[in-house]
């Protein structure tokens, strides 16, 4: 139970307005620098041709939309699975964290983009290397997340769990993962804007489909209408992917976001006081 | 002390020394303490803050293992966390994805009791303790006193034979510590269990045991032991104006005053 505080519709409307206050703002700066003619329109298109765009070609677009989307979901999905086991390995066992660290480390300074040509080189041009990518970029935050939560299980409770006798899988399944889910969650929310990144720059280095794709093409042909309507595709599917998380976590720990604060607070309060 | 390995005690710990080793330095938290609880009855122990009070408990639990000397726990040397006990720790210790009720359930499933009879029991313990009502509130929901009886009833819920408390009301106001020390009085009185308090209060060591254990500055001594002379049923405000009441807390402040020196 929360305290009593109004209607729950008002409050997300009190803390949308604002960064809506922000978008409509930056669209009208778009829209002016455009018909003033500040800014060349063939570099800048305005906001009316880009959308315009965006409801002629939208079948075009939403083929290459679903590809890199597919492409995400697996992306994430792979990393995801992979990241939990791999920190549930490094936290029961001291020689797998000593060992694992230093890879881990290695494996996420070293910059995707430099390193994806070579899954083209291997594998093609299918999705398989876009996939690749994507989990290589949502994999380190996910693991490092599920490590923080399971260590951050309150140490007595851990002590209490031994004199009950329930074995560690029990004690890991009652109490440890459930206890660091919060973290996951964290986790999870930033791999899956990665991996949205991964998956498109893995359409940048070869490929002949999905946004990535279409961004590049459009930038051959200087069809920058089509380039902005490709960014602003790629910026909802992250979006959306973000929220659904978000929406899952609340649904899965009501008793944790009950005290973070309701509804897409983690995007939006940004925008507020 | 008595040193006698009775198979009549509850709790038997013989000679026990803990000696800490960190990269620093070594600290003996626990030297040479010998202490022997019959069953039924009720332990406090008090003492300086950091002599060894929570260790001395987690010897007896089987959490921590002695560098040297044995303890005995209902007939049987502990060699490791034992699950025969229950154990009260100072911070209530909830998950707090679970409802008060499935807090307390938690010890049946970690055991793998059966839930019928288990749910039966913590329905039982929750009206007890006073939690009718709050069985289905998160353990954010509930007040800190709330919350240690919540813990209580976890501890309890399989029915040990002994009873570990370290400062379990050490967070509570004067007033819910008061009404838990009379909770707990009935709960002991009704279960017969055997229990070891630990906590900072001369009035809840008296007023809760039948005998209390002065323990001196790390390492930990035994200093003294006080037989309470005070009658199995104890009203609170009764018990609070008897002679012997007074007698025996104002030894323990002696006491305490004298081992750290604020005399
Ligand atoms: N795991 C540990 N490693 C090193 N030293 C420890 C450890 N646990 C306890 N100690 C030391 O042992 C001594 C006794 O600790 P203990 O927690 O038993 O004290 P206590 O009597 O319960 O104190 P308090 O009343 O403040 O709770 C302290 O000096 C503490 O620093
Ligand atoms: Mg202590």
Known sequence: ?273 | MSTTLGTTSAVAINDVSVRFRSKRAETTAIEQVSLDVAPGEFVSIVGPSGCGKSTLLKLVSGLLRPSSGSVTLLGEQVRGPRHDIGFVFQRAALLEWRSARRNILLQAEMRGMSSAEAGRRADELIEMTGLTGFENALPHELSGGMQQRVALCRALLHQPRVLLMDEPFGALDALTREQMNVELHRVWRETGTTVLLVTHSIAESVYLANRVIVLTQRPALVKEVIDVELPGERDYSATMARPEFAAATARIRDLLGAVTGHD
């Not at chain 1, 299918?126 to 309150?154: C, H, Q, R, Y």
């Not at chain 1, 959306?240 to 899965?252: N, P, V």
């Open chain 1, 1 to 273: 139970m929360k305290p009593v505080s109004g209607d729950r519709w008002r409050g997300v409307a009190e803390r949308s307005w604002r960064p809506a206050a922000l978008l409509a703002a930056c669209l009208v700066i778009w829209h002016l620098i455009t018909v003033t003619g500040l800014v060349e329109a063939y570099l800048v298109p305005s906001p009316a041709r880009t959308f315009d765009l965006l409801v002629d070609k939208w079948s075009y677009l939403w083929g290459h939309t679903w590809v890199t989307t597919y492409e995400t979901i697996l992306g994430f999905v792979i990393a995801g699975v992979l990241g939990v086991l791999v920190a549930v390995a490094m936290v029961y066992s001291r020689t797998v964290e000593s060992t694992a660290y230093p890879i881990l480390l290695f494996a996420q300074v070293i910059p995707k983009i430099a390193i994806a040509p070579l899954f083209v080189v291997w594998l093609g041009f299918g999705f398989e290397p876009k996939v690749i990518v994507a989990v290589l970029m949502a994999f380190f935050p996910v693991v490092i997340s599920t490590v923080t939560g399971l260590k951050s299980v309150d140490a007595e409770m851990l002590e209490l769990a031994a004199t009950m006798g329930g074995g560690p899988v029990k004690t890991f399944v009652k109490i440890r993962f459930p206890a660091a889910l919060p973290h996951l969650f964290a986790g999870l929310k930033v791999a899956v804007t990665l991996a949205v990144t991964g998956a498109v720059v893995g359409e940048f280095v070869g490929s002949n489909e999905g946004l990535g794709y279409v961004i590049l093409q459009a930038n051959g042909n200087m069809d920058t209408p089509m380039l902005f309507a490709g960014l602003i595709v790629i910026s909802v599917v992250g979006i959306l992917l973000f929220l659904l998380l978000d929406l899952a976590e609340q649904l899965m720990l009501p008793w944790h976001s009950s005290r973070r604060g309701a509804a897409v607070t983690t995007l939006l309060a940004k925008g507020g006081t």
